[in-house]
């Protein structure tokens, strides 16, 4: 609502900080944790983003070793040490079930990096691409398949690093590949977002249950998909009043997963999104 009101005076809204914000209370609130945004957000967005690069480097023939470990560790260990339950929540959860601290410190790590870079990386995106594409009036007759729409076109997770957990037999369009246990694998979920069709369609949006493929499907789905769903509706149902327009987008080039390090809107529509607030 802060943000909306900001709109509404004619002025900028950052939406990469929106939804860092967004991001570290989605936190704090699943794991029960306690941390400043910056505190919380930096060393994560940073862990993951090296994560990602050292996956990569370990996939590169011209590594020098077979295994690759991150360059920085004391992001991972800075993580870890913010991962004490203070309230309840899953960490509290884990801990009275007496899973051992270490294993819910890192459970928490792997729960508080998926929400964060998922949220930071998906929400400005899909602001962005409303906008580019003249799509607020139909956004805001249906915020939900608008979500729906823009997490299948702009796949936050669209590129994820995994290791093969066990040997494994795949079949593809190209051939047929085997999987050895603990090869470094790069899964892409462009195939699975139905990418034949890649602009998003609020007349006629894609079903939920391929829409969401993004995040995983069966045993493997990602537990926090309705909640990012929701959310992302939520955020186009409070803007889409405002109808508004990008002013200033730079690249973030460091990050794990595809984002804007600054992303300023301005409402088209002060006026209108200043009633509406009302």
Same mark, same amino acid.
């Given at each position: 609502?802060?943000?909306?009101?900001?709109?509404?005076? /004619?002025?900028?809204?950052? +939406?990469?900080?929106?939804?860092?914000?967004? @991001?570290?209370?989605?936190?704090?609130?699943?794991?029960?944790?306690?941390?400043?945004?910056?505190? &919380?957000?930096?060393?994560? &967005?940073?862990?993951?983003?090296?994560?990602?690069?050292?996956?990569?480097?370990?996939?590169?023939?011209?590594?020098?070793?077979? %295994?690759?470990?991150?360059?920085?560790?004391? *992001? +991972?260990?800075?993580?870890?040490?913010?991962?004490?339950?203070?309230?309840?929540?899953?960490?509290?959860?884990?801990?009275?079930?007496?899973?051992?601290?270490?294993?819910?410190?890192?459970?928490?790590?792997?729960?508080?990096? @998926?929400?964060? $870079?998922? %949220?930071?990386?998906?929400?400005?995106?899909?602001?962005?691409? =409303?906008?580019?594409?003249?799509?607020?009036?139909?956004?805001?007759?249906?915020?939900?398949?608008?979500?729906?729409?823009?997490?299948?076109?702009?796949?936050? %997770? /669209? #590129?994820?690093?995994?290791?093969?957990?066990?040997?494994?037999?795949?079949? %593809?369009?190209?051939?047929?590949?085997?999987?050895?246990?603990?090869?470094?694998?790069? =899964?892409?979920?462009?195939?699975?977002?139905?990418?034949?069709?890649?602009?998003?369609?609020?007349? *006629?949006?894609?079903?939920?249950? !391929?829409?969401?493929? #993004?995040?995983?499907? /069966?045993?493997?789905?990602?537990?926090?998909?309705?909640?990012?769903?929701? !959310?992302?509706?939520?955020?186009?149902?409070?803007?889409?009043?405002?109808?508004?327009?990008?002013?200033?987008?730079? #690249?973030?080039?460091?990050? $794990?997963?595809?984002?804007?390090?600054?992303?300023?809107?301005?409402?088209?529509?002060? $006026?209108?999104?200043?009633?509406?607030?009302?």
């Amino acid at each position: 609502q802060a943000a909306v009101d900001v709109l509404a005076r /004619g002025e900028e809204v950052d +939406v990469v900080r929106l939804a860092r914000g967004i @991001a570290a209370a989605n936190a704090r609130a699943i794991l029960g944790i306690s941390a400043p945004d910056d505190e &919380l957000i930096n060393p994560i &967005l940073s862990a993951s983003a090296d994560s990602v690069a050292a996956q990569l480097r370990a996939m590169s023939p011209f590594r020098a070793s077979p %295994t690759d470990q991150p360059r920085s560790p004391e *992001q +991972v260990r800075a993580v870890l040490r913010l991962m004490t339950p203070e309230r309840p929540g899953l960490l509290a959860d884990l801990a009275a079930a007496g899973v051992p601290p270490a294993e819910v410190a890192a459970a928490g790590v792997a729960f508080a990096t @998926a929400a964060v $870079a998922t %949220t930071i990386a998906s929400i400005p995106r899909a602001v962005a691409l =409303l906008a580019d594409l003249g799509l607020w009036p139909q956004a805001a007759v249906d915020p939900q398949a608008a979500a729906g729409e823009m997490l299948r076109v702009t796949a936050p %997770t /669209g #590129v994820i690093p995994r290791v093969a957990a066990q040997d494994a037999f795949v079949s %593809t369009s190209a051939g047929s590949i085997n999987v050895r246990a603990g090869d470094r694998l790069v =899964l892409m979920t462009r195939a699975a977002s139905r990418w034949s069709h890649p602009l998003p369609c609020l007349a *006629q949006p894609v079903d939920a249950s !391929q829409a969401m493929l #993004v995040f995983g499907a /069966g045993s493997h789905a990602c537990p926090g998909s309705r909640l990012a769903r929701n !959310q992302l509706a939520a955020t186009i149902a409070a803007l889409a009043p405002l109808a508004p327009q990008v002013s200033v987008a730079e #690249v973030e080039r460091t990050a $794990a997963l595809p984002h804007w390090r600054s992303l300023r809107i301005r409402a088209s529509q002060p $006026a209108l999104a200043s009633r509406a607030a009302r």
